[in-house]
């Protein structure tokens, strides 16, 4: 055999798989199942630019760090003695925003080395922190049982506020003490409104965002019951029904005043899903497990599925 048929052959086996690649070339495993610690029970979720997922702990207020190319987990800050229910990452300024649910406060969290950078408790007695969202310029929290939102001005070079202000929630918004209220919140696709989740109600509303007015988006005939989380990606909505451990797919026009449901989806690894985050071409739901009991060894998960 010649030196050019050798070289002729070697290089047909590297295309066919015959020969390994060299390690580095290697594609990572991206897991299917991402494995929190025992005893953690998580709710939200925050994916930036990177492939690491974050989550929050409603039993100490720890956040976990996991790899998405290894599932590799690690804790990235301590506990605080108060509930991580919402989080959303700002990669570009190295920071984890947190609903602290009901210690009434917003976190601000060095995602280099966990460190806090800020606290911004918003001074509602019975408030209870549920969801956030990263806008243009300002990071907008909802309320679970008050009819109100929360804002944290952000600066042109993403310099935080000295305060928090309190938006407080008219028009059609509806509240009711007994139930959960505000709850998941994105942009509108044209970046000029909110649209925030009532969980009662199975309804989404439209707020403008510097009066406070909502308005019912149009769904048609349906509904959301028990809306959670939500996650917008253009002009696609992705909401967590979570009391049905399922994700609604919608269409949403670009001013955010309707949206059509396109289909529901549920996976058998879905134990009450409340948030969804995605990375490229896959979304990552939190299993929260309400429905078993929390005990210091439950186990508890986050589940990939293919972005649909």
Request: aromatic share 6%; glycine share 12%; charged share 20%.
């Amino acid at each position: 055999m010649t030196r050019k048929t050798v070289l002729l052959v070697g290089l047909l086996a590297v295309l066919l798989g015959l020969v390994g690649a060299p390690a580095t070339a290697a594609a990572p495993g991206f897991p299917s199942e991402l494995r929190l610690p025992d005893g953690f029970r998580p709710e939200g979720i925050a994916i930036g630019s990177w492939p690491v997922a974050y989550f929050g702990s409603l039993a100490d207020g720890r956040i976990q760090q996991i790899d998405l190319r290894t599932g590799a987990s690690t804790q990235l800050s301590p506990g605080v003695g108060a509930p991580s229910v919402g989080l959303k990452v700002d990669s570009e300024h190295h920071r984890l925003f947190v609903a602290g649910g009901t210690s009434g406060e917003v976190r601000v969290v060095d995602t280099r080395d966990g460190k806090l950078i800020a606290r911004f408790p918003v001074g509602a007695t019975g408030a209870f922190l549920n969801d956030l969202v990263i806008a243009r310029d300002a990071v907008w929290v909802t309320d679970s049982t008050l009819p109100q939102l929360y804002k944290l001005p952000l600066g042109r070079d993403g310099s935080l506020p000295p305060a928090a202000v309190t938006v407080p929630l008219t028009g059609d918004w509806p509240n009711d003490p007994k139930s959960f209220n505000g709850n998941g919140i994105v942009t509108t696709p044209d970046g000029r409104a909110l649209i925030v989740g009532n969980t009662g109600t199975g309804k989404l509303f439209r707020v403008d965002p510097a009066t406070g007015a909502a308005k019912a988006v149009d769904l048609g005939t349906d509904s959301l019951l028990g809306n959670d989380g939500e996650l917008r990606l253009g002009t696609d909505l992705y909401v967590v029904e979570n009391g049905f451990n399922r994700i609604a797919k919608l269409t949403l026009r670009p001013d955010g005043t309707a949206a059509t449901l396109e289909r529901r989806l549920t996976d058998r690894h879905f134990d009450t899903t409340t948030a969804i985050a995605a990375f490229t071409d896959r979304l990552y739901a939190v299993n929260a497990r309400f429905s078993t009991p929390p005990t210091p060894t439950t186990t508890y998960t986050a589940t990939a599925i293919p972005r649909f």
